[in-house]
Nanobody, 123 residues
Framework: QVQLVESGGGLVQDGGSLTLSCTASGRGASRSTMCWFRQVPGKEREFVATVDWRGDNLNYAYSVKGRFTLFRDFARNMVTLQMNSLKAEDTAVYYC????????????????WGQGTQVTVSS
């Protein structure tokens, strides 16, 4: 069982920055692929970024590439999503996610989810 706790959401103006953090604990946390997804009401959960358990492979959604950066802190079992140049269309609930074995960017292949944190970008 992996537990995920997110923090760092909030309200920011268009063009601003926010940092989201997710701390993972429990059996398998250190060997999990860690991801961020986001969701707006009425739409499916959307992949944002992912990093494998070694930190060797990073992948970003096209919509955030060049603006968002994902860091993995192995000592603290934490992943941080630095979000810059935020736009109104980035407004969503952001979810930290873990896949214990293997690599995926598909929400239906995720093993564990955090509770979500709201990010609102005002235009």
């Amino acid at each position: 069982q992996v537990q995920l706790v997110e923090s760092g959401g909030g309200l920011v103006q268009d063009g601003g920055s926010l940092t989201l953090s997710c701390t993972a604990s429990g059996r398998g946390a250190s060997r999990s692929t860690m991801c961020w997804f986001r969701q707006v009401p009425g739409k499916e959960r959307e992949f944002v970024a992912t990093v494998d358990w070694r930190g060797d492979n990073l992948n970003y959604a096209y919509s955030v590439k060049g603006r968002f950066t994902l860091f993995r802190d192995f000592a603290r079992n934490m992943v941080t999503l630095q979000m810059n140049s935020l736009k109104a269309e980035d407004t969503a609930v952001y979810y930290c996610a873990a896949k214990v074995a293997g690599w995926s960017t598909a929400s239906d292949e995720i093993d564990y989810w955090g509770q979500g944190t709201q990010v609102t970008v005002s235009s």
